[in-house]
């Protein structure tokens, strides 16, 4: 009715052994650092360049950043820039509209400094009856070689009687060596000889005897202002008593004004 199969062939120690072998993950056995080393480098290669993109990403957007404050910066710098060149614009117009002011001011020439000047450099046989300003010669429109006037402060005309012609010519050299006066432009107009104004008495002439009349030198100068600045001249108008001026002058120079 049954039937028992028995298989003593398990039983071999041969068949055992065959039979415990099993299949499985067979490892190296030996030297493993190559193995190693290529591990390492198959993750250090991408960890490097995702770590170096990084890197990027942060320094480019740390670049904007600084784009922008440097953008920011440079409007401000140049809303600066124009005030400060506004503020130099204000500066050489108060310094040209000063300057033109001190200017005209060094030009100036005082009558008083001038007279007493006269007083000092006149021969005692000469006499002064008149003086006047004349206005600088303007060039005519269309001449050719016109030369515009040199001094705009003018001249003078000095018109008198002197005892001779030498008396005139003396005079002349005493004004051409004065400072508020062109040397090169002073020059005598007119010298004539023309009976004096007021004749002496005589008092021994015999009745209806002529005497002759006393003629004079009737002569006129003219001459130019120097155009010395008023600064350069302060020794002189020192010795003529124009204190006031000279204390004007020395406070510009003090200032910065007028040069020394």
């Known amino acids: 009715m049954y039937s028992l199969d028995i298989n003593f062939l398990k039983d071999r120690p041969t068949y055992q052994k065959k039979a415990s072998k099993k299949p499985g993950i067979k490892f190296p056995v030996?030297?493993?650092?190559?193995?190693?080393?290529?591990?390492?480098?198959?993750?250090?290669?991408?960890?490097?360049?995702?770590?170096s993109l990084w890197l990027l990403q942060a320094k480019v957007v740390e670049s904007e950043q600084k784009i922008a404050q440097l953008d920011e910066e440079n409007k401000k710098l140049d809303t600066e820039i124009g005030n400060i060149n506004k503020i130099k614009e204000e500066t050489n117009?108060?310094?040209?509209?000063?300057?033109?002011?001190?200017?005209?001011?060094?030009?100036?020439?005082?009558?008083s400094a001038m007279l007493q000047d006269l007083r000092d450099r006149i021969p005692a046989k000469?006499?002064?009856?008149?003086?006047?300003q004349t206005a600088p010669t303007a060039p005519v429109a269309?001449?050719?070689?016109?030369?515009?006037?040199?001094?705009?402060?003018?001249?003078?005309?000095?018109?008198?009687?002197?005892r001779s012609f030498n008396d005139v010519n003396d005079f002349l050299l005493s004004l051409?060596?004065?400072?508020?006066?062109?040397?090169?432009?002073?020059?005598i107009v007119t010298a004539d000889l023309v009976d004096a104004p007021i004749q002496p008495a005589a008092a021994n002439a015999k009745e209806g005897?002529?005497?002759?009349?006393?003629?004079?030198v009737k002569y006129t100068i003219q001459s130019s202002?120097?155009?010395?600045?008023?600064?350069?001249?302060?020794?002189e108008l020192e010795q003529k008593g124009t204190v006031g001026l000279v204390a004007r002058i020395r406070s510009m120079q003090q200032t910065g004004v007028i040069a020394k």
């Open 209 to 216: 005897k002529k005497i002759p009349p006393i003629q004079v």
């Open 176 to 187: 051409q060596q004065s400072r508020f006066l062109k040397s090169s432009e002073s020059k």
């Open 30 to 51: 030996g030297n493993l650092t190559p193995l190693y080393l290529g591990v390492a480098l198959g993750i250090c290669f991408p960890a490097a360049a995702i770590g």
């Open 225 to 235: 202002l120097s155009d010395v600045p008023a600064s350069e001249l302060i020794r």
């Open 126 to 132: 000469v006499q002064i009856e008149n003086i006047k």
């Open 93 to 111: 117009k108060v310094k040209g509209e000063t300057q033109a002011l001190v200017s005209v001011f060094d030009q100036i020439r005082p009558w």
């Open 142 to 162: 269309g001449q050719s070689g016109a030369k515009p006037a040199a001094n705009l402060a003018g001249g003078i005309e000095i018109t008198g009687m002197a």
